[in-house]
Structures are given as C-alpha cells and as structure tokens.
T-cell receptor
Framework: GAVVSQHPSWVICKSGTSVKIECRSLDFQATTMFWYRQFPKQSLMLMATSNEGSKATYEQGVEKDKFLINHASLTLSTLTVTSAHPEDSSFYIC????????????FGPGTRLTVT | AQKVTQAQTEISVVEKEDVTLDCVYETRDTTYYLFWYKQPPSGELVFLIRRNSFDEQNEISGRYSWNFQKSTSSFNFTITASQVVDSAVYFCALSGLTISNSGYALNFGKGTSLLVTP
C-alpha cells in the first residue's frame, strides 16, 4: 500500500530557531502534497498545498514567510517553520496525493513540534 | 464553500454498546468524496472509508458500517458492539477544491471523541 513518511516524528526547539519537517511518499509519485496543522483537541486545518516544481499555495491566514514549503521532487516536500515561537507548537501532518488519482490521499504519521 | 459538521464533541459508551457518530456536510460540488478517519492518541490518522458522491450504497466492514444519504447530506458512522480499542477521535472529512483552488484537499469536521469503557 501507499506509504507516506514524515521526519522527524517529534522535535523540540528553542524560540527563534527554524525547524524543517520532511514529507516523503515512499512507493508512489505525488505531484501534490498537503500540509495540515492540528492544535491540541482540535481538528486538522489545511495550511498549504504543495505542487511539485511550483510555488506552494497557502490558505488564508497562513504566513508564507513563516512556513516555507518546498516540493523539490515527486516524492519529497519540506515544511520549514522559520523563527519558531511557542504558538507554533502543534502537530503537523502531511498528505500526498497519488499522481493521476485525485481523490486518493495518504497521510503521514505527523510531526509534533514543541517550541520552548 | 465546503463544511463538515460533527455535532457530537464527545461520546462515552460502555463496551458492547452500539454507537453512531454523526456527520453532516455542505458542498456545491456535484462530485465529491467523503471520508472517515480514526485518530488514536498516537496522532496518526487511520483511514476507515472513502465514499464518492455517486455511490449511496451503505457499507459494512466488520463492526463498522456507514450510512450515506445525499438527501440529508449526511454520512453517519456506526460501530456495533463497541470495544475499548475503539476509543479515539473520529473525523469525518470532505474532499474538494481548497480555498486557494489548488485542488482536492480535505476539509475536516471538528471530530468526535469516543470513549469506550469496560
């Protein structure tokens, strides 16, 4: 079956530093990857859509300069949280859409970010 | 605009009871997909089902069953003979174009936290 990995699974960083999260599709090509954020006891909210070879598209209210997304290949998208602050502490989940199957999405296991 | 409503925030049942989780959705799309996911405490989303808008057949998978009714825009999920391992947060989601129009992200409901006690 289709597998999506995320690395790291959890990370603790100090306020003001940057953190990079990787999302990989292991056995399929993903032209589109999505990044979601989930605060404790809340739902998943879409942050941005990442398309291979082009700039990411961000949802309203998501700061482009703070959450840098790069989709350099058909199997890898990265989310960099720049100048992280405690309010960025959250669970970040990516999903990858199988090329040619628009309604098939596979979720990664998530990355728990804690900013101290 | 798309919207998914899960009115039940928390449900608590005793093991072996049946429980139904409600999901009501709104969309203007004629073609769309509905999903249910389970999220245990570990956080990883577990895919349960996907249903397209043209298929209103109900589905049963073991103790799980789903009732899709386009007339009421509902896609309810029933667990029969619940077990302690069913305790988790369950999300209903709807696929469609994102606000930014770049395609097919999922819009999630707020989730229903199910607690099954022995």
């Amino acid at each position: 079956g289709a597998v999506v990995s995320q690395h790291p699974s959890w990370v603790i960083c100090k306020s003001g530093t940057s953190v990079k999260i990787e999302c990989r599709s292991l056995d399929f090509q993903a032209t589109t990857m999505f990044w979601y954020r989930q605060f404790p006891k809340q739902s998943l909210m879409l942050m941005a859509t990442s398309n291979e070879g082009s700039k990411a598209t961000y949802e309203q209210g998501v700061e482009k300069d703070k959450f840098l997304i790069n989709h350099a290949s058909l199997t890898l998208s990265t989310l960099t949280v720049t100048s992280a602050h405690p309010e960025d502490s959250s669970f970040y989940i990516c999903s990858a859409r199988d090329r040619g199957l628009p309604y098939e999405q596979y979720f990664g296991p998530g990355t728990r970010l804690t900013v101290t | 605009a798309q919207k998914v409503t899960q009115a039940q925030t928390e449900i608590s049942v005793v093991e072996k009871e049946d429980v139904t989780l409600d999901c009501v959705y709104e969309t203007r799309d004629t073609t769309y997909y509905l999903f249910w996911y389970k999220q245990p405490p570990s956080g990883e989303l577990v895919f349960l089902i996907r249903r397209n808008s043209f298929d209103e057949q109900n589905e049963i998978s073991g103790r799980y069953s789903w009732n899709f009714q386009k007339s009421t825009s509902s896609f309810n999920f029933t667990i029969t003979a619940s077990q302690v391992v069913d305790s988790a947060v369950y999300f209903c989601a709807l696929s469609g174009l994102t606000i930014s129009n770049s395609g097919y992200a999922l819009n999630f409901g707020k989730g229903t936290s199910l607690l099954v006690t022995p």
